[in-house]
């Protein structure tokens, strides 16, 4: 793959999150969700534009200059990341949200290993360095992700029998 078939890969993945965590933000009833969820769209919006940024100059033959790369933000809360503690009561009722945990995971990993593989195949070591940082922002979205998921599963896999204690 070339150069600009990665940017316009990489853009439209960006995309595709962005609109998922903004239809989450919306769609869900939970506070901190709404805020995390939204955050999220932020972060791959702000991703979108740093890959438009790049493409430009790319396109216009300039040398890449990486733009001012803001600290990745940490999901703080080990137990349940994105959604409240109260949601957990609810949970066997959400399975929007809950679709929206399993697809993002899924946007997450690949846009992860994606950029980790643009990263290993740039010339430049601009290139490698800002795609070694998106590969790392988007595993931190992946991780926190999986981890609410994992919060909910127990109750989720009861509604639908998946699992059955014994």
């Known amino acids: 793959m070339d150069l600009k078939e990665a940017f316009e890969v990489a853009m439209q993945g960006e995309v595709e999150g962005r609109e998922l965590y903004r239809v989450a933000a919306q769609q869900t009833d939970d506070k901190k969700a709404k805020e995390v969820f939204m955050s999220l769209s932020n972060d791959e919006d702000m991703h979108l534009h740093f890959l438009k940024k790049l493409y430009a100059e790319y396109e216009k033959g300039k040398e890449i200059e990486l733009p001012e790369l803001p600290k990745i933000r940490e999901f703080d809360d080990a137990e349940s990341p994105i959604f409240t503690r109260e949601f957990k009561k609810f949970v066997k009722e959400k399975d929007f949200e809950m679709t929206t945990l399993s697809i993002g995971m899924k ?3 690949e846009a992860a290993q994606f950029y980790k593989d643009m990263a ?20 931190g979205h992946f991780e926190a992700l999986k981890k609410q998921k994992g919060y909910f599963e127990e109750y989720y896999k009861s509604k639908y029998s998946f699992f059955r204690g014994f």
């Open 107 to 109: 946007l997450e990993l």
């Open 120 to 139: 290993k195949q740039s010339d430049s070591e601009k290139l490698k360095e800002f795609f070694s940082y998106l590969a790392k922002w988007e595993e």
